[in-house]
């Protein structure tokens, strides 16, 4: 009988797999979440580039809020991983800024196109939108295709 020290209340299997469900249900929270704030709405998207109301902007304001408060709550307590490592944010360095303002310029074409930024693709097909299974695609495709051309992109 193995002693309550080294037995574990998990399979391994399912220990594997346990993280991956508490992902999979928190990000169908997230997504619900979207889909009835409505920031999702390509209306919403509308009226925020026409400057014709303040609700995506306010919640622009309250998830850089809550960003900026979370970080500094990491830095001030020196919170560490599940895993006990600390949590290092390292500095960003602008270079050149091409990266920046090339990234944000097929960023911005993106979004224009598809009516979506790429965080809520995944709740708009949830959402019963089919169509963006091909911007999620073309997303996919375009994140392999920077992380193979990375090395070779100007600073």
């Known amino acids: 009988m193995p002693s309550p020290a080294t037995h574990s209340p998990l399979e391994p299997h399912q220990a594997e ?5 508490v992902y999979f249900v928190l ?14 709405s390509w209306f919403r998207i509308q ?7 303040f609700h995506m902007y306010g ?3 309250s998830a850089l809020a809550v960003a900026t408060t979370t970080l500094a709550c990491i830095r001030w307590f020196g919170l560490v991983t599940l895993d006990g490592a600390p949590i290092v944010i390292e500095p960003k360095t602008l270079g050149h800024g091409y990266r920046y303002a090339i990234g944000g310029g097929i960023f911005g074409i993106g979004w ?4 979506a930024c790429p965080g809520p693709l995944f709740a708009l097909l949830g ?4 169509v963006f299974a091909v911007t999620i695609v ?6 392999w295709t920077y992380g193979c051309l990375r090395s070779r992109l100007p600073d």
Not at 138 to 143: D, E, I, K, W
Request: net charge neutral; proline share 2%; glycine share 14%.
């Open 127 to 130: 959402g019963g939108i089919s």
């Open 27 to 40: 990000g169908i929270a997230f997504g619900v979440t979207l889909m009835k704030a409505e920031v999702v």
């Open 47 to 53: 009226e925020m580039f026409r400057f014709q109301a």
């Open 17 to 21: 797999t346990t993280p991956l469900l």
């Open 112 to 115: 224009a196109l598809t009516g």
């Open 138 to 143: 073309a997303a996919l495709a375009g994140t």
């Open 59 to 61: 919640v622009m304001a």
